[in-house]
């Protein structure tokens, strides 16, 4: 990954120090960052309206495992 995050699967990977303490510098932190549009949910065009919202398979349960490991 040297000087871009995107790795070779086309996943953004970076890594960030905390700022604070020095433990919290050097403690990794994992979290999940998702874009909604195509990858939670189906790409609608000009989404608007609630009843068009369609999660991707497997979607809602990555959210939920994500949540139930405490990962922010």
Known sequence: MP???IDANGMW???RKLRGSAA???TPH???FLDRDG???ELIPYLSRPDEVRPLPGAVALIAHANELGLP
């Open 39 to 41: 990858t939670v949910i």
């Open 30 to 32: 994992a979290a999940l």
């Open 24 to 26: 919290a510098a050097t």
């Open 3 to 5: 000087n871009h995050p």
């Open 13 to 15: 990977r970076e890594r």
